[in-house]
């Protein structure tokens, strides 16, 4: 019987549809485990072979984990919000909900292909109402909730309105935007306008002014990720900075918590260094430096800046300042003479993005026309404006020390600045003074001592710094994040609508939870309306009942992906996100597996939302995910033709040095093993039905080469094609054999033969011609051994994903049982269990063809026999003078004198010996033997 894995494959996809295999359910008896996919964004190009990667490795370990005996959740949904399905709307007219509905078939028809053991009972769609209403859910928590520093944790508004209306803002340590003091009897005479404005600064989602990255000609607020060299990644539209009133979430509230527990994580130390990273932990201290009216009028002042350095100690070396272009201080430091060069350089800077700003390390910076005074030596410096200084990070503003800082030293250079080098501990590597250049400011190259700090570490002069400007009241101890708050409006239509109504004051409401969910209304078009709101600003009667209008902008694409992996503990709920019940049992992922592309945003914002939802009861840990794994990416392997120039003839890889070629992408789908197919190429394009061919040895050999897979490249691989022409195990295993999963690696279809012969070869031990042949015959000792040398490389490698070894392994079992000629049931029952993660189909076949009835799916896996390894014997090398002349098998119980009695008693060795007597044996018993002559 041949293999035919069509058939098979069909067969089995059915029957695990029909019996329900992989639905789950809580079960109290079995330990659980949460498995986990980064779910896709269903596109309209579906599939191609680098997706799948992922979710062949988490479904080889899901299967891995059932037949351990645990009781496994693994799901799968679709990320279905976002710009592209709303641009290809406004392109075609096509409602994206119909256009995403399309392209979820597609992909399920591709995933259901490949065999995956997904639970689709939980499928979850986060542009489904029954899921975005959580997700609206949610967000009115945030809007009702505050966090307290003190208690470390999200408390409700009302407790923070009680304490404004009896105490004001004393004694409180909370998160906020800005640091604002009143007391209770202001707070009691305001009106509710002001009151609402004023918890706005308090809010863990809140209206905010706050630059972001927007697109005129999409009409939108863009993601960094959006964004690159200035214009949309989708479209290619300029992008400009502009500050706008946008929703936000206080992530930046968490930033402690987000850091902390991460050491508690299984995670890679590179992807927790990526958080950290993110997330920029600074412990320093902030300054008062005040403005003088001008630079004579010492003592005169008009505002005063505050900066955040972790450098407090060189303080002594600054002598100028620098502020972010967006910085709240520029209108106050600006004077008329340089407002004009300031304002033409603020205008060049919105069209640069805080990502391009923070790579490039040109200089361009404009002088604002006012002096700071530095509050510990007096002198007057002056304030710049540069793009280099981000308005988020510390207070927008920065006291530059060109002495022992590379960029303020960059920047004093370009603008012919003063550099002062202090006198540092000794411990502290200062800038070469030989780089310095010359400036007119006498001051220049100048090493100053500051006095305090002599003989001081660095820690303990910083510690001298810090005490001493809290004792002149001159500034204060802090510990700063780089984590920014998210913001969390985008004005487009195809995502979730905020449930928010705006009052006749112009207030914001939260809509009460039983209006839930607030559906996405119809418009007439996709676009921003005629006077440039958001197009929701198109849709008739988006009101309350009262009259009062919805929120216009919807939420972004990771609002519906921050706390997706809860609902699908208990997806159809509709009294709760997650029941306590279901919680209690799943907890939380046990694995999660997606790409390194979502190190910081997707993983900070899931973080986040965990922690607040543990913060109010409603889920039992604070951590979502426990081990996380990143796999990498299947790269393309792109296939040229090389066409003689000015003509429509094309000459094979081999002969083109012969001609003057230009080469040409060319689809991969009609490359098999590098060997174009002619006739496929001819009608691949109208303008190569005429071509014409210069063969080698009768073939057209292509070129090739490694690039991203891209469909302007033509190298895209449709799993489809794969499946169709192998089978989805072949698929399976080659995804897994091409290379360990967390790296990069080239698809090349000229390797998938060798796997595709693999699994013939596999057929053959249990099948010749059209019988069954396996029988009851007892295991010889060899086929044991190499079945238990499987059992410990298999469980070791799936346990540390390590799976293209597992298939290495698998090949090598096969080749040594078919040299056997094996056919025991003892040894080929417990190998298809072994191999039903990897290959589940084939597995399945053969296993009821060995007379099993239930699926394979819940067979124990194999335990693995050490005693089946033990060596009885070992393969000597005998050497004569050191040259190995031939083996010797003896018994592994051996004594060394036993071992040379018999090694001089055999035949080969008198042969090479030839009379002489040995002047010595050596031997080293398990490893060698040495007769030296």
């Known amino acids: 019987m041949e293999y035919n894995f069509r058939a098979i494959e069909a067969r089995w996809q059915e029957y695990w549809q029909a019996k329900n295999v992989y639905r789950v359910t809580e079960d109290p008896s079995r330990p659980p485990y949460y498995i986990l996919d980064m779910f896709p964004y269903p596109s309209g190009a579906g599939?191609?072979?680098?997706?799948?990667?992922g979710y062949i490795a988490s479904d080889i370990f899901a299967r891995y984990k059932r037949l351990r005996g645990f009781n496994v959740l693994h799901p799968m949904g679709y990320d279905a919000f976002g710009l592209p399905a709303e641009q290809y709307a406004i392109q075609t007219g096509q409602h994206p909900e119909i256009t995403t509905r399309e392209n979820i078939h597609r992909y399920r028809e591709q995933l259901d292909r490949i065999g995956f053991s997904f639970d689709w009972s939980r499928e979850?769609?986060?542009?489904?109402?029954?899921?975005?209403?959580?997700?609206q859910w949610v967000f009115i928590r945030l809007f009702h909730s505050y966090y307290d520093n003190t208690r470390d944790q999200a408390r409700p508004i009302d407790e923070l309105i009680q304490h404004f209306t009896t105490k004001g803002t004393e004694g409180l340590d909370i998160s906020q935007s800005e640091e604002i003091s009143f007391t209770a009897e202001e707070w009691n005479k305001w009106d509710e306008v002001k009151r609402q404005e004023t918890l706005m600064n308090y809010r863990l989602a809140y209206l905010g002014e706050t630059m972001v990255n927007w697109c005129e000609a999409l009409g939108t607020v863009l993601a960094n990720d959006e964004v690159s060299e200035g214009v949309s990644v989708r479209g290619g539209h300029p992008v400009v900075q502009r500050k706008m009133k946008q929703w936000c979430l206080r992530v930046s509230a968490y930033a402690g918590r987000l850091l902390s527990s991460l050491d508690n994580l299984e995670w890679s130390e590179s992807l927790k260094e990526s958080q950290r990273n993110w997330i920029g932990k600074s412990e320093g201290a902030e300054v008062r430096f005040p403005v003088l009216a001008s630079k004579e009028q010492k003592g005169i002042h008009k505002g005063e800046l505050t900066v955040f350095t972790t450098r407090i100690d060189t303080i002594f070396g600054v002598t100028f300042m620098v502020l972010a272009p967006e910085s709240n201080y520029v209108p106050l430091v600006t004077t008329p003479e340089q407002k004009a060069s300031v304002e033409e350089y603020l205008e060049a800077t919105k069209r640069r993005t805080e990502r391009d700003r923070m790579a490039d390390r040109r200089v361009s910076g404009v002088f604002s026309g006012s002096y700071a005074e530095n509050p510990l030596t007096g002198e007057a410096i002056p304030i710049w404006i540069s793009d280099y200084v981000l308005a988020g990070y510390g207070t927008g503003a920065v006291m530059a020390v060109p002495g022992h800082d590379?960029?303020?030293?960059?920047?004093?250079?370009?603008?012919?600045?003063?550099?002062?080098?202090?006198?540092?501990?000794?411990?502290?590597?200062?800038?070469?003074?030989?780089?310095?250049?010359?400036?007119?400011?006498?001051?220049?190259?100048?090493?100053?001592?500051?006095?305090?700090?002599?003989?001081?570490?660095?820690?303990?002069?910083?510690?001298?710094?810090?005490?001493?400007?809290?004792?002149?009241?001159?500034?204060?101890?802090?510990t700063n994040y780089r984590l920014r708050d998210a913001i969390f409006s985008r004005q487009r239509y195809w995502g979730e609508p905020f449930p928010i109504y705006y009052d006749e004051q112009g207030i914001a409401h939260t809509v009460n939870e039983d209006e839930l969910p607030l559906c996405l209304p119809e418009v007439d078009k996709f676009l921003p309306t005629s006077d440039g709101q958001p197009p929701l600003g198109r849709a008739e009667g988006w009101h309350t009942k009262e009259g009062c209008p919805y929120e216009l902008s919807t939420m972004p694409g990771f609002a519906g992906s921050s706390a997706y992996y809860l609902r699908y503990m208990d997806p159809h709920n509709d009294k709760a996100l997650v029941g306590q019940e279901k919680n209690a049992y799943w907890r939380h992922v046990d694995l999660y597996v997606g790409g390194a592309e979502h190190a910081t945003g997707h993983l900070i914002y899931s973080r986040f939302w965990n922690k607040f939802l543990f913060d109010l009861g409603i889920i039992v840990e604070d951590e979502p995910f426990r081990k996380l794994v990143n796999q990498g990416m299947i790269q393309g392997r792109s296939n040229f033709v090389y066409r003689i120039k000015d003509t429509n003839t094309?000459?094979?890889?081999?002969?083109?040095?012969?001609?003057?070629?230009?080469?040409?992408?060319?689809?991969?789908?009609?490359?098999?093993?590098?060997?174009?197919?002619?006739?496929?190429?001819?009608?691949?394009?109208?303008?190569?039905?005429?071509?014409?061919?210069?063969?080698?040895d009768g073939k057209y050999i292509c070129g090739w080469a490694v690039e991203k897979m891209s469909k302007s490249m033509y190298n895209v691989v449709n799993p489809d094609h794969i499946i169709e022409r192998y089978g989805a195990d072949t698929l399976r295993l080659y995804e897994m054999f091409l290379g360990p999963i967390e790296q990069s690696k080239p698809w090349d279809t000229n390797g998938i033969d060798g796997v595709h012969r693999f699994l013939k070869k596999l057929w053959s031990l249990y099948y010749s011609t059209d019988e069954l042949r396996v029988t009851k015959t007892s295991a010889t000792k060899e086929e044991l051994k190499s079945l238990h040398k499987l059992i410990k490389k298999v469980t070791q490698d799936v346990e540390q994903f390590s799976f293209n070894t597992s298939v290495a392994a698998f090949m090598i079992c096969i080749n040594e049982l078919q040299g056997m000629k094996t056919s025991s049931h003892e040894v080929l029952h417990p190998l298809l269990i072994l191999l039903a993660p990897f290959a589940p189909h084939i597995a399945e076949e053969l296993w009821h063809a060995l007379g099993e009835e239930a699926s394979i799916t819940s067979a124990p896996w194999p335990e693995y026999n050490e005693s089946h390894l033990v060596e009885d014997s070992i393969k000597y090398p005998v050497s004569f003078n050191g040259k190995?002349?031939?083996?010797?098998?003896?018994?592994?119980?051996?004594?060394?004198?036993?071992?040379?009695?018999?090694?001089?008693?055999?035949?080969?060795?008198q042969r090479w010996l030839e009379g002489k007597s040995p002047k010595k044996v050596i031997v080293v018993p398990g490893r060698i033997i040495n007769i030296v002559l």
């Not at 003057?660 to 009609?670: A, K, L, R, S």
């Open 124 to 135: 979850i769609c986060t542009s489904d109402p029954k899921y975005y209403h959580w997700t």
């Open 406 to 478: 590379s960029r303020d030293f960059a920047f004093a250079r370009h603008f012919d600045l003063p550099i002062i080098q202090v006198v540092l501990p000794h411990d502290e590597e200062p800038t070469d003074p030989s780089t310095w250049t010359e400036s007119k400011d006498s001051k220049a190259g100048t090493l100053i001592n500051s006095g305090l700090l002599n003989g001081l570490s660095v820690s303990d002069a910083i510690t001298k710094m810090k005490d001493y400007l809290a004792q002149q009241q001159l500034g204060r101890v802090r």
């Open 47 to 53: 599939l191609h072979v680098g997706h799948p990667l």
């Open 884 to 909: 190995t002349r031939f083996t010797l098998e003896l018994p592994t119980t051996a004594s060394r004198e036993e071992i040379e009695r018999a090694v001089l008693a055999n035949d080969e060795t």
């Open 650 to 696: 094309f000459v094979s890889l081999g002969l083109k040095d012969s001609y003057e070629t230009t080469p040409i992408h060319v689809d991969v789908n009609i490359v098999y093993n590098d060997q174009l197919d002619l006739e496929a190429f001819k009608a691949w394009r109208p303008e190569y039905g005429t071509a014409d061919f210069i063969l080698e």
